[in-house]
């Protein structure tokens, strides 16, 4: 993969492709020296990047976030960050722009990810988790509270009794746990996530953004219901629906265009 170390940083923020599955796009963290802390420049350089490889003129087909470092995300910038009144508004719209976007993203895991950045990372779609990679929201330890989102998608994701742990208690979940309950979709490094990207851009784009859009609108208002219901009868009568049916026939993989 290109390591994209050439491509300019903004706000600690780098977003390049993969040379060998340009349909990849990476957003990396990379500001290690300070454990790739958020604050309010960050989280908007992050949403940027996200929407840049989507309204690029070839759109990309998934997204891997990662960061460099021992540390995904040390959360909130706790010594101004959290604390400055655009940290809230920055955040919100980082992480409905990564929930919002109509491609997969996965979060490539390598290292702690805590408070903001535990919310990071559930914004995701999909997670792949190293061995030192643990989420934790110690909430509860510097007397802040977490949005009603972040809690209905810690406890879709991680379970309500997990969820429980890790919000009321602090607890700390690592690999095995999250594998374990499936909030990491594999256990690996992440040459592993990568890989998991790259087979997923191969797949059919328009099922991938819908059950996406299902799924995180489980009771959308009649205007989304009316949106996701297209979408979905739109799967049935897309080309790509017809080019897998001739593959099938053909014995080979299908080529999906996204139409």
Known sequence: ??????????????????????????????????????????????????????????????????????????????????????????????????????????????????????????????????????????????????????????VELLGGSVARNVLIAGAQVGQSMAVANGFAMLGGPSHDALELARTMSRQAPMPMHYFKLAMNNPEPDAELAGEIDRLGGACWLSRDAAEARRAREEKRSPIFEGR
Not at 72 to 85: E, H, S
Not at 96 to 123: F, H, K, N
Request: proline share 6%.
């Open 1 to 154: 993969m290109a390591e994209g170390r050439d491509a300019p940083v903004e706000a600690g923020v780098r977003a390049t492709r993969d040379d060998d599955t340009p349909a990849v796009g990476v957003v990396t963290l990379c500001r290690p020296e300070r454990r790739n802390a958020l604050d309010a420049e960050v989280c908007a350089a992050v949403a940027d990047a996200v929407e840049g490889l989507m309204t690029a003129d070839d759109p990309v087909r998934v997204i891997l976030l990662r960061a460099e470092g021992p540390a995904f995300c040390a959360g909130a910038n706790l010594k101004g960050g959290v604390y400055a009144t655009e940290f809230f508004g920055g955040l919100e719209r980082m992480i409905r722009v990564i929930s919002e976007a109509p491609v997969p993203v996965i979060a490539d895991v390598q290292g702690p990810a805590v408070g903001a950045g535990c919310q990071l990372v559930l914004a995701c779609d999909l997670r792949v988790m190293g061995p030192k990679a643990r989420v934790w929201v110690p909430a509860v330890h510097h007397g802040f509270s977490l949005d009603r989102w972040t809690v209905r998608r810690a």
